[in-house]
C-alpha cells in the first residue's frame, strides 16, 4: 500500500504570503515611481559636508535631471558599481545630467573627511559627493540600501528608485539609461 505525504499546513501558508507578497518586494530592485515626489532639501550645508562642490540646494539644480547615488567607500557593490556611473556621467552631463554622491558611511572611519576625500580621489569621482555621516538624508529619503540610485526631475521630483551594484550594460543600467534621457527631453 503507498503512503500519501503528508504537507505541513504552515509551509502552504508561508508560499501563499509570499506569492501574494511578492508585489510588494518589486521595490526591492527599484523602478519607475507611479507617485513622483519632491526631494527633500538637502541635510548638510556646510562647506566641510560637501566635496567637489560647494554645498548644493534643489534651487541650483532646478533644470537639471539629477542621479544620487547613495554609496559607502568600504561597499564593493558601491565602488564596483562607478565604472558605469563615470560611463554614464560623462556621456550625459552634457545634455543636463548631475550626479551626486551622498557618502551614508556604514563603519565609523568612513566618517573622516580626509578617508573620503581619498576614497573619491583613488574612484576617480568628479562630481559633488555630501557628506551624510548621521543618515539625516538617507533617512529624509527613506532609504535602506547601498548602493541606491534616485533619479530625480528638472523639477526636483523623485521619479524612480534602483537599488544595486550596476554595470555598463545590464539590465537596470539600461532602464536608468533610459529614464534618464526621458526626463532630459521633458520641458
Known sequence: MMKMK???PWGLAFCAALV???PLLRPVYGDILENPYRAPAFTHTGEREWLNSEPLTWDDLK????L???WTFDCWNCYRSFPWLRSLETRLEPRGLQVIGVHTPEFEHEKVRENVAAKIE???LYHPVM???DFSYWNAMNNRFW???YIIDKQGRVRAVFYGETHK?????????????ELLQES
Not at 533644470?63 to 539629477?66: D, E
Not at 550594460?169 to 534621457?181: H, L, N, P, V
Open 6 to 8: 503528508q504537507y505541513n
Open 63 to 66: 533644470g537639471r535631471v539629477v
Open 169 to 181: 550594460g545590464d539590465r537596470r543600467a539600461k532602464q536608468i539609461e533610459t529614464i534618464i534621457r
Open 131 to 133: 557628506m551624510d555621516n
Open 147 to 149: 548602493p541606491a540610485f
Open 122 to 124: 583613488e574612484f576617480r
Open 20 to 22: 501574494l507578497s511578492l
Open 68 to 70: 544620487l547615488d547613495f
